[in-house]
């Protein structure tokens, strides 16, 4: 069966994951705008530095600082080519970070998809709710 777009997109953001080079949390994005992918993230060094597969992980109070997250990968993507994310999409496989949040929110994403609800922290609810950003929670369905 064919899937719909939601499902198309996450099956693709799931797929983006498997390239982390952080195992604590294998995570994807994809910026979507009419249909059409923008760019793609997934959590990972920054270019040219170590990975935490390869390093091991760099922890400052519980969280590892050596990875940039998929959705700010994603976007820094999109900026780096041009590439305007105003009236996007994103589709992530886990909820996004306070951080991330405050980045979706001021490069114009209208509409959140994730599958995980992984730390989901409220303030970023209420800011995503404040600057009328959808929010949409997406069982992963495998594609056949």
């Not at 599958?115 to 409220?122: A, G, I, L, R, W």
């Amino acid at each position: 069966m064919r899937p719909d777009w939601d499902n198309y997109f996450m099956n693709i953001a799931h797929n983006v994951a498997t390239r982390s080079t952080c195992d604590r949390a294998h995570v994807g994005t994809v910026l979507v705008r009419d249909k059409r992918i923008l760019s793609t993230g997934f959590n990972g060094s920054p270019s040219g530095l170590p990975h935490c597969d390869d390093a091991g992980h760099l922890l400052v109070n519980g969280h590892c600082v050596r990875t940039i997250h998929a959705e700010a990968n994603a976007i820094i993507q999109s900026a780096l080519h041009g590439i305007s994310t105003k009236g996007a999409i994103c589709y992530v496989t886990h909820f996004p970070c306070l951080n991330c949040t405050k980045m979706l929110i001021n490069s114009g994403v209208t509409r959140i998809v994730f599958s995980f609800e992984y730390n989901v922290n409220e303030n970023a609810i209420e800011f995503f709710n404040d600057s009328n950003v959808e929010l949409c929670h997406l069982e992963h369905e495998t594609s056949k």
